[in-house]
C-alpha cells in the first residue's frame, strides 16, 4: 500500500478532527444526561440548559461529520479514489463553519471576543485548510511506501 505524503498528512488532521468531534458529541450526551437527571449539587444556568439543548438538536449533523472525517482519512491511507473529494468536502466545510464561528463569536460579543476562544477555533479553520490543500499541492511529492523493503542478503 502507497499513500503520497500529502495523503498521510490530510488522513492525520483528519482523523484528529474526526475523533474530537466524535469526543465532543459524546461529551455532549453525557452533559444532557447529568442535566436531566438532576443530580443534586449541580446548578446550571438557563442560558447554559439553552445552549446545550440546541447543541444537542444538531448532534446528528455533528456526528455525521466525525463520521466522515474519519472514514475520509481511512480512505486517504488505503488509497481510495473517492477519499480525496471527501476529504476535500469534509475540509471545506470545516474551514467555513469555523470562519463563520469566528465571525459569530466576534459579533455576539461586540468585538471583544475571548482570545482564548478565538485562538482555539483559528487552529482548526487553519489545519483543516491545510488538509483540504495537500492533496493538491503534494501531488507531485514522491509517494511512501508501506511495504517491507526485500533485504539486499
Known amino acids: 500500500m502507497t499513500a503520497p505524503r500529502s495523503h498521510l498528512f490530510s488522513a492525520a488532521i483528519l482523523a484528529l478532527g474526526g475523533a474530537l468531534t466524535?469526543?465532543?458529541?459524546l461529551a455532549l450526551v453525557v452533559a444532557k444526561g447529568v442535566i436531566a437527571t438532576g443530580i443534586p449539587g449541580i446548578s446550571v444556568?438557563?442560558?447554559?440548559a439553552a445552549l446545550l439543548d440546541d447543541l444537542v438538536a444538531v448532534l446528528p449533523f455533528i456526528v455525521t461529520f466525525a463520521g466522515l472525517n474519519l472514514a475520509?482519512?481511512?480512505g486517504l491511507l488505503v488509497g481510495r479514489g473517492w477519499a480525496v473529494a471527501t476529504a476535500g468536502w469534509v475540509a471545506t466545510v470545516a474551514v467555513a463553519v469555523g470562519l463563520l464561528a469566528i465571525?459569530?463569536?466576534i459579533a455576539g460579543n461586540g468585538g471583544a471576543a475571548d482570545p482564548d476562544g478565538l485562538g482555539i477555533v483559528s487552529v482548526f479553520v487553519s489545519l483543516y485548510a491545510a488538509a483540504a490543500?495537500?492533496?493538491q499541492?503534494?501531488?507531485t511529492v514522491p509517494a511512501v511506501s508501506f511495504r517491507p523493503v526485500?533485504?539486499?542478503a
Open 22 to 25: 466524535g469526543i465532543t458529541a
Open 103 to 105: 465571525v459569530l463569536v
Open 45 to 48: 444556568k438557563p442560558q447554559d
Open 150 to 152: 526485500p533485504s539486499a
Open 72 to 74: 475520509a482519512a481511512i
Open 137 to 139: 499541492v503534494g501531488a
Open 133 to 135: 490543500l495537500a492533496p
